[in-house]
């Protein structure tokens, strides 16, 4: 299978994409048509393995990879899990939770980034390419941490790591600023993650930045879900998910159900829908945002724009206004016409927002409907969970839990549903301890040891550990020296 940019220019393979990260005309890669699973593939899934079922599901899109190669770097990747990589846990009759946080950085972007560094490892033999990679990675909290666990001492790889300073939760800024490995760079940033992701697109799209790597033996890709090879395996958990109620005889055959996912830069919930178009019988997609809710009014009135105000929010990691994989959303929307992308991309660079028909969205993208919650909503959502079903949400999660039972009121709605978790709650102990008993513990690891006697939930080991590690990464630098900051990581002359 080839690829294809949404802004129109030429196909590549499945590992030049990976490889490239985003297109030469800026654009994001999407598959140049979308395989099909059937009823049956479905049912012969039952029986597999997570492993198993990514190495199917995968190997439809990356078709110049061989399906034992694929196994083999599905079972490296989820040996790092602490059990399945994405079990489904009953709540009651018609909810479900996803649990997308069992891997080594507790985050759902494991696993994509456990993967990842396999497919680009074998991407590099398969073209031939003779210099080592650059990663470059802007974070709103768990991309980064679960990058450097990806990628750290892999040969022939340097990684660097963007993040606003201010704009994570203190235990997931200790994550990334304890890293090792000797080819991890972390850099804080006084901005917020729209400004980082800005600097990296930016450094992707330089000629010139190009040419200085070039010559410093590097070529440039990205563990962001800009990249296929990030976002081609959380296809996978959809589906699985889907396999697993199929065979616990909880929906039939052929049953629609609901997914709701708390979204940021909408690369999580963009891969339900290609799932869905791979033939999953999936009824809504429901996108949860908080109050930087830009998704929600574009799925609203189709308008998106920027031009608000960014709020700092108790879920950090979806503090984002611009969300990049929206543009392979648009590209559907307007029946794969770049030249519409690319019209609808030059208003949001230069006027910061853009508009499509809302009945057009209604009309080709019926699956979508679109919530936020604000910072009240998000806390008493954990409070009322843990009290109701004795089942510790984190931040986020609780943002997607809020958006559905709004979605409840306004349908009534008994379509089963299953809510992604993204992120264990310890890793915003201080928002979920305050959300369950009211107190308010500014320090992060006492936080962590309340919140475990508050709830008698277990603390992650990741968690425990932090508490001894020294910070290794301390620089943080404005927005406007981003680029000569990363330079000075490999050659002060740049």
Known sequence: MDYISTRGGSAVS?????????????GLYVPSFFPKLELEDLRNMIS??????????IGQFLTDYSEAELLDYARKAYARFDGEPAPVVGVDDTTYIMELFHGPTLAFKDIAL???PHLMGAAHRKCGSDKKTLIL???????GKAAIEGFKNVEGTEIVVIYPSEGVSDLQKLQMQTSDGNNVHVLGIRGNFDDAQTAVKRIFNSK??????????????????????????????YVSAYVDMLGCDEIDEGEAINFVVPTGNFGDILAGYYAKRMGLPVNKLIVASNVNNVLTDFFTDGVYDTNRPFHKTVSPSMDILVSSNLERLLFELYDRDAEKVRELMDSLKEEGEYSVDIDRIYEVLPEFTAYSTDENGTCATIDNFFETNDYLLDTHTAVAVN??????????????TVVLSTASPYKFAHDVYESVSGNDEPDAFKAVKKLHS??????????KELEYLDPIHTGVVDVKDIEEAIFAFFNKDC
């Open 14 to 26: 499945a590992g030049a994409a990976i490889l490239k990260g985003i297109a030469e005309d800026g």
């Open 48 to 57: 597999m393995d997570y492993a198993e079922r990514a190495a199917l599901i």
């Open 114 to 116: 456990t993967l990842l």
């Open 137 to 143: 990675v802007a974070t709103s909290g768990d991309t």
């Open 208 to 237: 010139e930045a190009n040419e200085k790597f070039n010559k410093l033996g590097y070529s440039l890709s990205s563990a962001n879900s800009i990249n296929w090879g990030r976002l081609v395996p959380q296809i996978v958990y």
């Open 403 to 416: 958006a559905y039972n709004d979605y409840l009121t306004e349908t009534g709605d008994n379509t089963k």
């Open 454 to 463: 508050y709830t008698m939930t277990d603390i992650p080991a990741q968690i």
